[in-house]
């Protein structure tokens, strides 16, 4: 069964410190994976897509890395900020069609 | 960048109405739009696939009849939620993609709230 596991399930960190969110899948035959920040009652944006032969990408202060191999991912928040606190999804596509799988996703909250 | 909105943002109404919720893409033709209901502290969960000028695919579990999807042209879906009831009550998330292949990208909305009394 193709699954996207997200870690931890929340988070609290002080403003200005990194962060890293996990997760991990077992989505085959795997496309790409992104990862989304969803505001509080808004819809998620994509902050990074990676295939699977692309080891890192980053956005701003956002960094995902992938390790295909092990099937895992992360997202690393770097100097973070009171406007990251939301939830981080990570969604994984399949090599063919439309489904994407999407993870439980991380709640973080940013305090000051 | 590729921009999809939804209107209303909100809408409350009574038990055993409907309620049509649109979703369009702005500045592009969406062969393929998407709908989506998320459950409070819960990840999204896709209810339907529509392609334009043809009959929407639901997944596992999710009522046809119920939930109406119309996908008339390249920048316009909506999903109608017929005879609501409390338990309808959830964030209702669509999202479209341009072109098959690819990233698979899809661009999601922002989301309408629905609230049934």
């Known amino acids: 069964k193709n699954q996207v596991e997200q870690s931890p399930q929340s988070l609290i960190i002080l403003e200005g410190k990194n962060c890293t969110l996990q997760c991990n899948y077992t989505v085959s035959p795997f496309s790409n994976l992104r990862w989304y920040k969803q505001d509080t009652g808004r819809g998620p944006v994509s902050l990074t897509i990676?295939?699977?032969?692309?080891n890192t990408k980053s956005n701003g202060r956002y960094t995902a890395t992938l390790d295909a191999d092990t099937k895992q991912s992360s997202l690393h928040i770097t100097a973070s900020q009171l406007s990251d606190s939301a939830s981080y999804i990570c969604v994984v596509s399949l090599e063919a069609g439309n489904m994407l799988t999407f993870g439980g996703g991380t709640r973080l909250m940013v305090k000051p | 960048g590729a921009v999809v909105s939804q209107h209303p943002s909100w809408v409350i109404c009574k038990s055993g109405t409907s309620v049509k919720i649109e979703c369009r893409s702005l500045d592009f033709q969406a062969t393929t739009m998407f709908w989506y209901r998320q459950f409070p502290k819960q990840s999204l969960m896709l209810m339907a696939t529509?392609?334009?000028?043809?009959?929407?695919?639901?997944e596992q579990g999710v009522e046809k009849d119920k939930f109406l999807i119309n996908h008339a042209s390249l920048t316009l879906s909506t999903l109608t939620v017929t005879s609501a009831h409390p338990e309808d009550s959830s964030f209702y998330i669509c999202?479209?993609?341009?072109?098959?292949?690819?990233?698979?990208?899809?661009?999601f909305g922002p989301g309408t709230r629905l609230t049934v009394l």
């Open positions: 999202s479209a993609r341009d072109r098959p292949g690819g990233y698979n990208e899809q661009f």
């Open positions: 529509s392609n334009e000028g043809s009959k929407a695919t639901y």
């Open positions: 990676m295939t699977f032969s692309e």
